[in-house]
């Protein structure tokens, strides 16, 4: 069964730097996606960053400031997103998630796998 591990998150101060990391258990497909969402309070989610196996990567909505990034385990399933010079804005719940095909775009529908999601609070 495929699961998908979730870490990071936490109380971030506002400037500073977050990280997340993903990794896929109990996948191995050589074709997929992994993506990051991210919902706001009172907000739907939407996607953030994506990346496949072929190392191709999306960005959309804010992370097209530049602030965000996204990296792959070359060995594994497994992605670590960052955050540079973090907002209030940036702080919500952000889900990853796995997708069979090596295709990103910030559709829920592609996504057959999801994490339970990590808290993110970026104090001001």
């Known amino acids: 069964q495929v699961q998908l591990v979730e870490s990071g998150g936490g109380l971030v101060q506002s400037g500073g730097s977050l990280s997340l990391t993903c990794a896929a258990v109990?996948?191995?497909?050589?074709?997929?996606?992994i993506a990051w969402f991210h919902q706001s309070p009172g907000k739907e989610r939407a996607g953030v960053s994506c990346i496949t196996s072929s190392d191709a990567r999306a960005l959309w909505g804010d992370a097209l400031e530049g602030r965000f990034a996204i990296t792959r385990d070359s060995a594994k399933a497994a992605v670590e997103f960052k955050v540079d010079r973090v907002r209030p804005s940036d702080s919500g719940t952000y889900y990853c998630a796995l997708a069979t095909r090596r295709m990103c775009a910030p559709d829920e529908k592609l996504f057959h796998y999801w994490g339970q999601g990590v808290q993110v609070t970026v104090s001001s």
């Open positions: 109990g996948f191995a497909q050589e074709n997929f996606a």
